[in-house]
T-cell receptor, first 112, second 115 residues
Framework: SQKIEQNSEALNIQEGKTATLTCNYTNYSPAYLQWYRQDPGRGPVFLLLIRENEKEKRKERLKVTFDTTLKQSLFHITASQPADSATYLCALDPTGANNLFFGTGTRLTVIP | DTGVSQDPRHKITKRGQNVTFRCDPI?????LYWYRQTLGQGPEFLTY????????KSRLLSDRFSAERPKGSFSTLEIQRTEQGDSAMYLCASSLDRGSTETQYFGPGTRLLVL
């Protein structure tokens, strides 16, 4: 069956450190993968998209990698801040119609 | 505010009642999506529209659920004969189809509690 798994439900790190979140998928061959941020009581907010032919994508303190052989994406937040505390979701589009399938999310807490 | 809006933000209803939610997408966006999210889970795709045409429906969308987008602008999601298992956050998203990958913009959601 098709699955999207994010490595942990919760991740606590110290302010200033790099947070690394993992997204693994099985039985998909996505053309791209997206990462979203979700704050409590709010809808997800798009952060980054990485395509299958891209190894790495950066945006300010964010970095995403995509390994289609391992079927894995890593999401990094460098110099983390308490304001980065949120749930981070990875999402795939298996049909090419932009109907996203989401992982369960990782709740990141950055401790001051 | 020109983002996606949803109404109501919260709804409490009794089992067996019908409820209707509204979504107003970003004005120039031609695609509109509905998702459902339960606590501790990621959003689950329900259905989407390209303009006024409903192009895909998930198997999660039982016969009690119906969605419309009559003029290709706002959309409504109706749940008939609600069940306690329908309690969830219902999210709407919109995007502009330019023939390739588009970013989806989500609304704040409607939280439904069925007693």
């Amino acid at each position: 069956s098709q699955k999207i798994e994010q490595n942990s439900e919760a991740l606590n790190i110290q302010e200033g450190k790099t947070a690394t979140l993992t997204c693994n998928y099985t039985n998909y061959s996505p053309a791209y993968l997206q990462w979203y941020r979700q704050d409590p009581g709010r809808g997800p907010v798009f952060l980054l998209l990485i395509r299958e032919n891209e190894k790495e994508k950066r945006k300010e303190r964010l970095k995403v990698t995509f390994d289609t052989t391992l079927k894995q994406s890593l999401f990094h937040i460098t110099a983390s801040q308490p304001a980065d505390s949120a749930t981070y979701l990875c999402a795939l589009d298996p049909t090419g119609a932009n109907n996203l399938f989401f992982g369960t999310g990782t709740r990141l807490t950055v401790i001051p | 505010d020109t983002g996606v809006s949803q109404d109501p933000r919260h709804k409490i209803t009794k089992r067996g009642q019908n409820v209707t939610f509204r979504c107003d997408p970003i004005s120039e966006h031609n695609r509109l999506y509905w998702y459902r999210q339960t606590l501790g889970q990621g959003p689950e795709f329900l259905t989407y529209f390209q303009n006024e045409a409903q192009l895909e429906k998930s198997r999660l969308l039982s016969d009690r659920f119906s969605a419309e987008r009559p003029k290709g602008s706002f959309s409504t999601l109706e749940i008939q004969r609600t069940e306690q298992g329908d309690s969830a956050m219902y999210l709407c998203a919109s995007s502009l189809d330019r023939g390739s990958t588009e970013t989806q913009y989500f609304g704040p959601g409607t939280r439904l509690l069925v007693l």
